[in-house]
T-cell receptor, first 115, second 113 residues
Framework: GAGVSQSPSNKVTEKGKDVELRCDPI?????LYWYRQSLGQGLEFLIY????????KSGLPSDRFSAERTGGSVSTLTIQRTQQEDSAVYLC?????????????FGAGSRLTVL | AQSVAQPEDQVNVAEGNPLTVKCTYS??????LFWYVQYPNRGLQFLLK??????LVKGSYGFEAEFNKSQTSFHLKKPSALVSDSALYFC???????????FGPGTRLSVLP
């Protein structure tokens, strides 16, 4: 596609429910990243995927968070048993490959509100 | 470990005046430095990057940034601010060894008419 697409753009859920957030990266981009941005805050790294390599999960805040990337393309971030502190904008970004000079292209984000 | 500091939460500048948004970094290898801008309810947009070469980098919308190795800084500048430049600005760094980008906390720029 022309850009990074994320869905849903907005999600309101009740505490304890599971949610899935989807990211469709730019075609041909081998690297895919997930970040979290809480209200008025900076970006918190969650996870990244690079080709067929094992993902770097070092930023996932708890075992309630998981992500997968199928076929080297679309990625799904899953949050189980959501808590109010999970409320944030979840940003996905992709880049052509993982190397120093490569630029990240971001999607518009998925805003999650946990009631 | 890589880190980025943006010492100012908020920068206010009058339209037409020059603006500077500050960024300092720490990396163990050669730095690759980036500036992104975020407009309300939008994702981050790439402005410019430093890889190597000229210390003064020019980017989108008339922005430029100066890489200073001795001061480990990469300040964002624009000679004449526009009201439409009002947004949240993020500095980011990665190095030769890391595969992740580290972002600063962001600086909110307000350009007053």
């Amino acid at each position: 596609g022309a850009g990074v697409s994320q869905s849903p753009s907005n999600k309101v859920t009740e505490k304890g429910k599971d949610v899935e957030l989807r990211c469709d990266p730019i075609s041909g981009h081998t690297a895919l990243y997930w970040y979290r941005q809480s209200l008025g805050q900076g970006l918190e790294f969650l996870i990244y995927f690079q080709g067929n390599s094992a993902p770097d999960k070092s930023g996932l805040p708890s075992d309630r968070f998981s992500a997968e990337r199928t076929g080297g393309s679309v990625s799904t971030l899953t949050i189980q048993r959501t808590q109010q502190e999970d409320s944030a904008v979840y940003l996905c970004a992709s880049s052509l490959w993982v190397s120093g000079a490569n630029v990240l292209t971001f999607g518009a984000g998925s805003r999650l509100t946990v009631l | 470990a890589q880190s980025v500091a943006q010492p100012e939460d908020q920068v206010n500048v009058a339209e037409g005046n020059p603006l500077t948004v500050k960024c300092t970094y720490s990396v163990s290898g050669n730095p690759y430095l980036f500036w992104y801008v975020q407009y309300p309810n939008r994702g981050l947009q790439f402005l410019l990057k430093y890889i190597t070469g000229d210390n003064l980098v020019k980017g989108s919308y008339g922005f430029e940034a100066e890489f200073n190795k001795s001061q480990t800084s990469f300040h964002l500048k624009k000679p004449s601010a526009l009201v439409s430049d009002s947004a949240l600005y993020f500095c980011a760094v990665r190095d030769d060894y890391g595969q992740n980008f580290v972002f600063g906390p962001g600086t909110r720029l307000s350009v007053l008419p």
